[in-house]
Each structure stands twice: as C-alpha cells, then as structure tokens.
C-alpha cells in the first residue's frame, strides 16, 4: 500500500509543478514542455495534480482535449485507488499490477483518441 501511495503522490506533485513550469515558460516565450507530455504525465497516476495545476495555474483551461481527459484521468484514478483501498484489505501484487495496468491503459486510450 505504501508503494502505491507513495506512487500516486510523486505523480501528482510531478504533474503539477510541470503544469507551473510550462505556464511560466508560456508567459517568458521560452522552449515548452508538449501538450503530449503533460497528458501523459496526468494519464500515468498524475491527474490529480494535472487537474489542480490547470485550475491554480491558469494553464490549458481552454483546451478541449484537456478539459475532457484530466476529470475523466482523476475519476478512473479515483475509483482504482478505492478499490485498492477498501475493497482489497490485504495488498497483493494482483492489486498492484491492476493500479499499473489502469494507468497505463488510460495513456493507451489518450493514444487512440490523439490520432483520431
């Protein structure tokens, strides 16, 4: 529980101090981090801090892809996490690989519907 949890954090706070980093990047001209990289980050157990980083920071609150994906990110992420938590009172490994696996099929899913 602890690596998951520890996980979880890292991702969110990454993701967010990269939505403020390229927010500062955007008002100074200077080189950007994608549209693609902070998506990713948010599909890989960051959306929580994607979310809030678009909120605090002002930052890609007008983009279409982004107001769709980082709440449907936070919501899946929120029910994994759940189900990990109080569903399962003993952590296993299966509960480990399944928090890794829905991660990782929410980036495959934003994959599908980028190149659409």
């Known amino acids: 529980m602890k690596w998951i949890t520890g996980f979880w954090l890292v991702m969110n706070l990454v993701t967010y101090v990269s939505y403020g980093l390229d927010k500062q990047r955007a008002r100074k001209g200077k080189w950007r981090i994608s549209e693609k990289n902070l998506l990713w980050l948010s599909a890989c157990g960051g ?17 279409r892809k982004f107001q769709i994906f980082i709440p449907l990110f936070a919501v899946l992420q929120g029910v994994l996490l ?35």
């Open 47 to 63: 959306a929580v801090g994607g979310w809030r980083g678009m909120k605090d920071f002002r930052h890609k609150t007008y983009k």
């Open 82 to 116: 759940y189900l990990i938590y109080f569903q399962w009172t003993v952590p296993t490994w299966e509960s480990m690989l399944l928090f890794v696996g829905a991660c990782l099929l929410q980036a495959v899913i934003f994959w599908i519907l980028k190149r659409k």
